[in-house]
T-cell receptor
Framework: GENVEQHPSTLSVQEGDSAVIKCTYS??????FPWYKQELGKGPQLIID?????GEKKDQRIAVTLNKTAKHFSLHITETQPEDSAVYFC??????????FGAGTTVTVRA | EAGVAQSPRYKIIEKRQSVAFWCNPI?????LYWYQQILGQGPKLLIQ????????DSQLPKDRFSAERLKGVDSTLKIQPAKLEDSAVYLC????????????FGPGTRLTVL
């Protein structure tokens, strides 16, 4: 099955700086890569996703990149704000949309 | 549009007892998922339904876990008997394949087994 590794496990950034989270996956058949944000006591919230036919996607302060050859993808958050503090999960899925999640990155934005 | 609803939000039981969780997906979403999220880890898929049929239950510990989705809408997940290692958050998610693969999660049920 699919194996997703996520780094770093914790990330502390100064407000206004950028945050980058990286994930690698094992199954070359995977073609859908969503990112979720989970706040304390809540379920994961889909924030952005990228498909295998796209190399980069941007939505305001959030961007994702995908390198299918190297089997890795990344989340970039620019101009971080305190409300960006949360746990972020990457995931990968094959055509049946069964998601395999990374272990998560706890992001702390320092004011 | 209402999101995925789950109840109860919290449950504390003793080992060997039974427990059940309920999920109501987003209206019109044919696909429903149950995930287990152990503290400090990412969600792990337990079972996936398409309407009222099981698509994948390969990760469901069938000796103690069961799930059903009788009318293709609401779903229940049951654990009987519970073990200490079942302490986790149980998340329900739904998706509409007609609209793409995006899965939307409910708030989860936090289970503590003593």
């Amino acid at each position: 099955g699919e194996n997703v590794e996520q780094h770093p496990s914790t990330l502390s950034v100064q407000e206004g700086d950028s945050a980058v989270i990286k994930c690698t996956y094992s199954d070359s058949a995977s073609n859908y890569f969503p990112w979720y944000k989970q706040e304390l006591g809540k379920g994961p919230q889909l924030i952005i996703d990228i498909r295998s036919n796209v190399g980069e996607k941007k939505d305001q302060r959030i961007a994702v990149t995908l390198n299918k050859t190297a089997k890795h993808f990344s989340l970039h958050i620019t101009e971080t704000q305190p409300e960006d503090s949360a746990v972020y999960f990457c995931a990968a899925s094959e055509g049946d949309y069964k998601l395999s999640f990374g272990a998560g990155t706890t992001v702390t934005v320092r004011a | 549009e209402a999101g995925v609803a789950q109840s109860p939000r919290y449950k504390i039981i003793e080992k060997r007892q039974s427990v059940a969780f309920w999920c109501n997906p987003i209206s019109g979403h044919a696909t429903l998922y149950w995930y287990q999220q152990i503290l400090g880890q990412g969600p792990k898929l337990l079972i996936q339904f398409q309407n009222n049929g099981v698509v994948d239950d390969s990760q469901l510990p069938k000796d103690r876990f069961s799930a059903e989705r009788l009318k293709g809408v609401d779903s229940t997940l049951k654990i009987q008997p519970a073990k200490l290692e079942d302490s986790a958050v149980y998340l329900c998610a739904s998706s509409s394949r007609l609209q793409g693969p995006d899965q939307y999660f409910g708030p989860g049920t936090r289970l503590t087994v003593l």
